[in-house]
């Protein structure tokens, strides 16, 4: 729903969604790595 959001903010601009997703991917990679990760 919030990439969707953002691709329409961004004047349908998919590349936009992907990197916002690839940000919170490799975060959340980084803190289950480190053991940091909310909820672990």
């Known amino acids: 729903m919030r990439l969707g959001a953002l691709q329409l903010v961004c ?3 998919l590349a ?3 990197i916002a997703r690839a940000m919170t991917d ?4 980084v803190l289950i790595y480190l053991k940091k990760y909310p909820g672990m």
């Not at 490799?26 to 990679?29: A, E, L, P, R, Y």
């Open 11 to 13: 004047g349908r601009n």
């Open 16 to 18: 936009a969604s992907v």
């Open 26 to 29: 490799t975060i959340d990679f």
